[in-house]
């Protein structure tokens, strides 16, 4: 089983629509959750962070944690072009490690 | 603010030459640092990690080596490169928090 699994999509979108993005991590110890953002060929970018149970919100982006099933999602209000890309949902247990998800494609279509 | 650096951009190596890759960050001190490797269409692989000076820790055995000679300064070596080097290497950094900070990235090619 794979430490952190995501819907390997892709996921299309309309421009304004919600996208909405999963993420199931294995180990019960985790404690940090981290979202990226990788545009095609550049590195990535953390967009978003969360360490308790509930949601998080930053601007356009709302962050979900549910430990108790292991979950882990990432809301995008109001789509645009400028948010086409691949989304990594990472998770931080107690020791260095950050362990990846594949990643999720999205495009939102104009 | 801190930064973080990591060159070169993009890097065609023959099979069997050695390998190369700095990364730097500026503006923190003791920072934990991290090599990733991406293959296309994958997910990130942790290759090695520092949380100090000299004090390098390997996730996954193969044809390459880490250093950290100064606290801020990570560099990924290779005496002999693979094909199954090739691949997008990137340098991490975080303070502590597990919040960590990519560089730009280098995209190496093994021909």
């Known amino acids: 089983q794979k430490e952190v699994e995501q819907n390997s999509g892709p996921l299309s979108v309309p421009e304004g629509a919600i996208a909405s993005l999963n993420c199931t991590y294995s180990d019960r110890g985790s404690q940090s959750f981290f979202w990226y953002r990788q545009y095609s060929g550049k590195s990535p970018e953390l967009i978003m962070s969360i360490y308790s149970n509930g949601d998080k919100e930053d601007g356009r982006f709302t962050a979900q944690l549910n430990k108790a099933s292991q979950y882990v999602s990432l809301l995008i209000r109001d789509s645009q072009p400028s948010d086409s890309a691949t989304y990594l949902c990472?998770?931080?247990?107690?020791?260095?490690?950050?362990?990846f998800g594949a990643g999720t494609t999205v495009t939102v279509r104009a | 603010s801190q930064t973080i650096h990591q060159w070169p951009a993009t890097l065609v190596q023959p099979v069997g030459s050695p390998l190369s890759l700095e990364c730097t960050v500026e503006?923190?001190?003791?920072?934990?640092l991290y090599w990733y490797r991406q293959a296309a269409g994958r997910g990130l692989q942790l290759l090695f990690y520092?949380?100090?000076?000299?004090?390098i820790s390997s996730e996954v055995p193969q044809n390459l080596s880490a250093s950290r000679p100064q606290d801020r300064q990570f560099i990924l070596s290779s005496k002999k490169l693979l094909l199954s080097d090739s691949g997008f290497y990137l340098c991490?950094?975080?303070?502590?928090?597990?919040?960590?900070?990519f560089g730009q990235g280098t995209r190496l090619t093994v021909v």
């Open positions: 991490a950094w975080d303070s502590g928090t597990r919040r960590a900070f």
């Open positions: 520092s949380v100090g000076i000299g004090q």
């Open positions: 990472a998770v931080a247990n107690n020791d260095y490690k950050l362990s």
């Open positions: 503006g923190t001190s003791n920072p934990n």
